[in-house]
């Protein structure tokens, strides 16, 4: 499965994609229509919402905060409900609690930040991923892209893709999101724009290397709590 088909047409998504296909370390490739990131799916039209439906989604996971989940409800309680729905914030309950936690830090370290200072969040995340019934599980945020691009980075590392694989379905992001964030925010600064949707290759080298130094991407998972058939099945996920 190459970019182009990795993209998923789900009107008005900017940011949706399958995790499967990507090359691993030992010649093969992740497995498709299991595990899918995308933007916020709030914005999804009647057409996109059938798109989901006929992609055969089975599970939706909603990473935002509260607040951003009550400002622009989720469709797919209201429209799907053969869909499975949670909603677990990855960054605390709040915004503010977030930014108490985390501190000023550069995008490159970023995820450094939310595999140290998120664990219990991380876990729960995880653990919904893990016990899903089977079919596609589709996790999202806003735009798609750090929270969503954490969870997808972590669950490609567990699968043995490549550090190079990883950065650049990370680093896709920015691409996704330039031309369509431009137009929504038309009367913004543009340099703003491209800041706020900048997705640096580094972000995921610095996390796998923080993994790495924390004696491999399964050590660090049993260190959060995770159980190892749990650990099992989310690498199941993306490998046969």
């Known amino acids: 499965m190459d970019e182009p088909q990795r993209r998923l047409r789900f009107p008005e998504l900017l940011n949706a994609r399958d995790l499967g296909g990507l090359p691993t370390l030992d010649g093969g490739h992740t497995r498709a229509r299991s595990l899918l990131r995308a933007d916020d799916l709030a914005q999804l039209t009647a057409e996109g919402l059938s798109a989901l439906r006929d992609y055969g989604v089975a599970t939706v996971l909603d990473l935002r905060w509260p607040e951003e989940a009550a400002q622009h409800p989720s469709p797919v309680p209201r429209v799907l409900p053969q869909v499975r729905y949670e909603r677990v914030s990855l960054l605390t309950h709040t915004e503010d609690e977030w930014r108490l936690r985390s501190g000023d830090v550069e995008k490159e370290l970023w995820k450094c930040v939310v595999l140290e200072r998120a664990r219990l969040e991380l876990k729960q995340v995880l653990h919904v991923i893990a016990a899903a019934a089977p079919g596609p599980l589709l996790f999202h945020c806003i735009a798609g892209k750090d929270r969503t691009g954490l969870i997808a980075a972590l669950l490609l590392a567990l699968a043995d893709v490549t550090p190079e694989a990883i950065?650049?379905?990370?680093?896709?992001?920015?691409?996704?999101?330039?031309?369509?964030?431009?137009?929504?925010?038309?009367?913004?600064?543009?340099?703003?724009?491209?800041?706020?949707?900048?997705?640096?290759?580094?972000?995921?080298?610095n996390m796998l290397r923080f993994l790495s130094n924390a004696g491999g991407v399964?050590?660090?998972?049993?260190?959060?709590?995770?159980?190892?058939?749990?650990?099992?099945?989310?690498?199941?996920?993306?490998?046969n």
């Open 167 to 205: 950065a650049r379905d990370y680093a896709m992001s920015s691409e996704n999101l330039r031309e369509g964030y431009l137009k929504r925010y038309a009367e913004a600064d543009p340099a703003r724009i491209l800041e706020a949707i900048r997705c640096p290759e580094a972000g995921a080298h």
């Open 218 to 239: 399964r050590a660090y998972l049993e260190r959060l709590g995770l159980p190892r058939h749990e650990i099992a099945a989310l690498r199941a996920r993306l490998r």
